[in-house]
């Protein structure tokens, strides 16, 4: 086999990784031939120096940091969520509210007129009559209604 | 197996809203995940803020690991994208060639292979060197040599081949070999 395959194979080799008959060709190779092994031994002192290298462990805290984001990230997510609820909600509110505010007043005028209306029909009797006549007159916003002090005196004044 | 078995399980319960199984995942892979970021990215804040993301990544996208894979092959690719990121938004390779000391600074008196081998510099060297490496080099010896990730394994991590694998590694060493030249 030629040297320029036998380096390519050199870092599989290193690593475990050659198939069983690339291993023994590589190796019978790497026998006879100075060059590439001392290509090999190059290659094994940079996967050597990776061995010696500092392994790095998280810094304290790192789990519970982590989960405090997790934390912040759901709350935020839920709380955009509901801000964008009530973000479409206010146009959708007012209109509601208007709704109501005119059911509102239509069951007031249609209460009241029902009401008038049974009040002041023939079903009730005449002295019923008389006193929601007088309910419902204005003579109670005259400047002088006709029972008051004022009343009395601008009649003895007419006479 | 039995790892990979456990991983499944922890998965089932954090899908099913248990954030306990999720504390106890990330306090499984916290340090390997950090030692890839250190090695990948350098700086150490900025390799804890790219461990941190990954986490917070792998947690939101929990629901599309469908076990195509190991899940730690899943999360270093995650790992591996976020830092890659992380290094294009910060232009690190500028601000390292300012900040870190460079490879030819780094003292090569004395036994210096001995010296290098016992010291934690041996890291530092490694670390600044690696930082010269393209993108895609730099992930695959990284995963291979820190992480100890066979080449299948590194091929589904970074979704290539098994043959890129073997070129980008040897590649990844001739270059490392000429960059850290005579402290071999």
Known sequence: MKCSQIRKMISPYVDNELAPDELKLFTSHIQGCPACKEELEKIR???????????????????????????????AGLFSRIRRLFAIRPLFLRTLEVAFALVIMLI????GNLLVGDRTSGNMTSGTQTVVRETFSLDLFQATPPDSIGGVYMRLAGD | M??????????????????PAFEELVRKYQDKIYNLCCYMLHDPDTARD???ETFLKAYSRL???RGECAFYSWLYRIAVNTCLDEKRKSHEVTDSMETTPAVED?????PSAERLYQSKETGRAIQAALQKLPDGLRAAIVLKEMEGLSYEEIGDTLAISVGTVKSRISRAREELRRLLGGRI
């Open chain 1, 45 to 75: 002192s940079i996967h050597q120096l990776f061995a010696c290298a500092e392994r790095f462990e998280a810094p304290l805290g790192f789990a519970t940091r982590v989960m405090a984001h997790v934390e912040e990230t759901e709350e």
């Open chain 1, 108 to 111: 007031g005028v249609v209460s």
């Open chain 2, 2 to 19: 039995k790892a990979f078995a456990d991983d499944i399980d922890l998965i089932k319960r954090i899908e099913d809203g248990s954030r």
């Open chain 2, 50 to 52: 790219a461990a941190q």
């Open chain 2, 63 to 65: 629901k599309d690991f």
């Open chain 2, 106 to 110: 780094i003292p090569s008196s004395g």
